[in-house]
């Protein structure tokens, strides 16, 4: 059984930093991918951004220059910093994983955390 553990989130002000972590366990062949996305009250849940294995980070245009994405691939862990948060960043956010994992047979599959709120509020 592979879980998706994330923390991090919080309430903080216009202008401040959070640091988002996600930690993959369970029975893992391999990480495909693993990323960060985020749900607003009333609003479909939108990719943040995404590292591939042995790729480059992804972000989405509203977070470039502001969010960091990182990986720690031995301890099956990505991390989301978040500088300069704005009041539009409060939403839910996701950790998101494609791992590679035996079934019946290998496959990728795609597992999510629980969810962690961000609250940028004055």
């Known amino acids: 059984q592979v879980q998706l553990v994330e923390s991090g989130g919080g309430l903080v002000q216009p202008g401040g930093s959070l640091r988002l972590s996600c930690a993959a366990s369970?029975?893992?062949?391999?990480?495909?991918?693993m990323g960060w996305y985020r749900q607003a009250s009333g609003k479909q849940r939108e990719l943040v951004a995404v590292?591939?294995?042995?790729?480059?980070?992804n972000y989405a245009d509203s977070v470039k220059g502001r969010f960091t994405i990182s990986r720690d691939y031995a301890k099956n862990t990505v991390y989301l910093q978040m500088n300069s948060l704005k009041p539009e960043d409060t939403a839910v956010y996701y950790c998101?994983?494609?791992?590679?994992?035996?079934?019946?047979?290998?496959?990728?599959?795609?597992?999510w955390g629980q969810g962690t709120q961000v609250t940028v509020s004055s």
């Open positions: 369970g029975t893992i062949f391999s990480i495909n991918a």
């Open positions: 590292v591939p294995s042995g790729g480059g980070p």
């Open positions: 998101n994983a494609l791992i590679r994992v035996y079934r019946t047979s290998l496959g990728s599959y795609d597992y």
